[in-house]
């Protein structure tokens, strides 16, 4: 599933085609994804001129004029692509957005994971998809005292706490497993026996890992690409992630891979304790 560098990615690609276009017809080729698409979709964005594109952890956030807010989750397999208009439909595509200036933003979804909803964009945030989530990992709300604190009680292990998107999003099991690398952090570390000094490099890493995947466009892994069809090439630089059996690239030991809440956990036994 992608992540925040994913998701942030596919935002700035996106906010800088199709930024000032009006949507001309908004074409649904089925009823829903991994939920009904809103109702009146098509109706409710003909004539919106597309303002910005943001992004609030996994969600790509298009603000449109008259106060309308269109928020897609782009699921495990989801992708935007922008297209002159002629272009030939690509498999999956379940939705296309045509615009005035001959562009069009389609999106395509394999395995449609992924789920779109309009709302009004003075109180958005409200809405439960929203209103639980924690602060940015990028932002000036996220560091070593705010992880200390939400881990203080928390007798889960230090990798699922990182992943609640209730205590900072964005941060999947990608990022996770490398910032705790970083950090020299157990990830079956129980989160209530964090130290300051821990909870501080932990927040380092996150930060410091996921600018860099940004930096490198993302992490292509299976299905993500960029808006402009190219990769993500960040799983260039991955220390752990996938690297089971190979030498840890600081103290050469065998890199470990164990199943987590369901998860695979990345890590090595002697540079994380």
Not at 215 to 224: P, R
Request: hydrophobic share 40%; net charge positive.
């Amino acid at each position: 599933m992608p992540e925040l560098p994913e998701v942030e990615v596919v935002r700035t690609g996106l906010d800088s085609l199709i930024r000032n276009q009006r949507i001309r017809e908004v074409q649904l080729h089925r009823p829903a994804l991994r939920y009904p698409l809103p109702d009146g979709m098509a109706e409710r964005l003909q004539g919106r001129t597309v303002e910005a594109v943001e992004r609030r952890g996994k969600y790509l956030l298009f603000r449109l004029d008259a106060d309308v807010l269109l928020a897609w989750h782009l699921g495990m397999t989801g992708q935007f692509h922008v297209l002159p208009a002629a272009s030939p439909a690509g498999r999956h595509e379940h939705v296309v957005i045509v615009f005035d200036e001959g562009l069009t933003l389609r999106y395509r979804d394999a395995r449609r994971f992924g789920y779109a909803g309009l709302f009004d964009a003075r109180d958005w945030q409200q809405h439960p998809w929203f209103a639980g989530l924690g602060p940015e990992p990028l932002g000036g709300d996220f560091d070593g005292a705010y992880l200390l604190g939400r881990c203080r009680s928390r007798a889960a292990p230090v990798k699922q706490v990182l992943m609640d998107a209730s205590v900072v999003v964005g941060v999947g099991n990608i990022y996770a497993c490398e910032a705790l690398f970083r950090a020299g952090i157990d990830p079956f570390r129980p989160a209530r026996r964090l130290k300051a000094a821990q909870a501080a490099s932990l927040a380092a890493a996150v930060r410091a890992v996921l600018t860099e995947a940004i930096a490198a466009g993302g992490s292509t892994i299976s299905d993500f690409v960029r808006a402009d069809g190219r990769p993500g090439y960040f799983r260039h630089a991955f220390r752990v992630y996938q690297r089971q059996g190979q030498p840890c690239v600081r103290c050469g030991a065998a890199v470990c891979r164990r199943m987590q809440a369901g998860r695979s956990t990345f890590y090595c036994r002697g540079c994380q304790h």
